[in-house]
Structures are given as structure tokens and as C-alpha cells.
């Protein structure tokens, strides 16, 4: 499709689950079709992949912004995600979500250090919610910078603001825990791959008032 005053764009859509991909096959193809200058949303009921709002490079890099794997299946790969979700669905019992004053740093002291609390601001008039780190770890600081006690539209670029609110707003409406995959961008470290847990909590008429997320980078390839 030919745009007015632009180069041509190409949009795609999946709406059958693509069996045989594994996660990394799918963000590499998306960010390959980016690049391209295609469009591509891929969701099916295990995987939900978040876009980039523009496939432009990023200057001197030669690098795409790439996309956000969200997993609801919760097939972690790191042990520090996988023991919070298992210390999080320990706790909420048969509940949908644990409340947060039920968070425990004792019992929460194998991955305490990668662990963030996102306030829910309601959203009000069918405007969207919005969001708010009232605890920030030392490990995501020294990758993102201070977020802690900032409205999360305050604290960064517009597209990283969209790309979190959208993760985050997947989580609240959903009211269930995802794992989110995703190279990191944020002052060119093109060189750290991360992988986070988003995870409800509540109040007893079971609305979602925050979101325990736990951020965890490592590095994928050498510099």
C-alpha cells in the first residue's frame, strides 16, 4: 500500500497461532519484516507480540527498535522470574491475585533485587489507566535510570511509554501474571537481553491495584 508523501508499507496480520515457532523465531521474524517496513501483530491465546510504533532505525546503529513478547504460558527462562512466579502463586492461594501488603521481602529474598511495584491509577471516563513505580530496584535503575515515585509517562521516550502501558495494561485488564521478552533498547545496550514477570495484585473485589514486576537483563552477545 502506497502511503501519501512516504515509502510504500506492507500490513500483516496473523490471526491463526503460528505452531512450530519458538518465541526467538518470532521476534527475529518480526524484526526482520521492521525493518522491511512491515507491519506484523501477531496474538494467539499463548503469545501477544507488541510492535514498535515506527520501524525507522535507530540513528547510527543500524538497529530497529524490536517488538515485546508477551507470554502468558509463563515458559520462564530465568530462575530469578521463575521463583517469583512461584513465590506470587504461593501466596494468592485460590485467589485470582494476593493483595500487595501480602508481599514478604523475606519471602521474596532470592530475587528481591530485581523487584519493582507498579501503582494502578484507575483509568477515569474511559481514559486509560495510569501508572506508577512506587519501588524500583537497583538492578532496573542502573538500566533504565531513577522511575521510582514518577508517573511512567513522565519518565521516558513516548514509545518506551506506550510499549510498558501496554504491557502493563495487557496485565491489568487480563488480571493474570505474563512473562515479557524483550532485547533492551534503552541507552543503545543493544548488547543485554531481559525477561520480566508482571504480576497482579489486588483488593478483595479482586481489581488489580498493582503490578509486582520483577526485570531481569543479562547479556545475550558479547560487545
Given amino acids: 500500500m502506497k502511503m501519501p508523501g512516504g515509502p510504500s508499507r506492507l500490513s500483516l496480520s496473523v490471526e491463526r497461532p503460528l505452531v512450530g515457532f519458538s518465541g526467538k523465531q518470532l521476534l527475529d521474524l518480526r524484526m526482520y ?9 501477531i496474538s494467539n491465546g499463548a503469545r501477544d507480540i507488541i510492535p514498535p510504533m515506527s520501524a525507522q532505525l535507530r540513528r547510527g546503529t543500524g538497529i530497529a527498535d524490536p ?3 508477551v507470554d502468558w504460558a509463563l515458559e520462564f527462562g530465568r530462575p530469578e522470574t521463575s521463583k517469583a512466579y512461584a513465590y506470587w ?6 485467589r485470582a491475585m494476593p ?7 523475606r519471602g521474596m529474598r532470592e530475587f528481591l533485587a530485581y ?19 512506587s519501588l524500583e530496584s537497583a538492578h532496573t ?6 522511575l521510582a515515585l514518577h508517573n511512567v509517562k513522565k519518565s521516558t521516550s513516548p514509545e518506551r511509554v506506550r510499549l510498558a502501558s501496554e504491557c502493563f495494561e495487557l496485565v491489568r485488564t487480563a488480571a493474570r501474571p505474563a512473562r515479557v521478552q524483550s532485547p533492551v533498547t534503552v541507552g543503545n545496550q543493544f548488547w543485554l ?4 514477570l508482571l504480576a497482579p495484585l489486588g483488593d478483595q473485589a479482586g481489581q488489580v491495584t498493582a503490578i509486582m514486576w520483577v ?3 543479562w547479556e545475550a552477545v558479547a560487545r
Fill in 67 to 69: 517488538p515485546i513478547a
Fill in 115 to 133: 523487584v519493582n511495584l507498579v501503582n494502578v491509577q484507575p483509568a477515569v471516563e474511559g481514559a486509560a489507566a495510569n501508572y506508577q513505580i
Fill in 89 to 94: 502463586d504461593s501466596i494468592r492461594g485460590e
Fill in 193 to 196: 537481553d531481559s525477561e520480566s
Fill in 215 to 217: 526485570f531481569v537483563t
Fill in 141 to 146: 535503575r542502573k538500566v533504565f535510570g531513577q
Fill in 99 to 105: 493483595a500487595r501488603s501480602e508481599l514478604s521481602p
Fill in 33 to 41: 519484516l521492521t525493518a522491511e517496513r512491515c507491519d506484523l501483530r
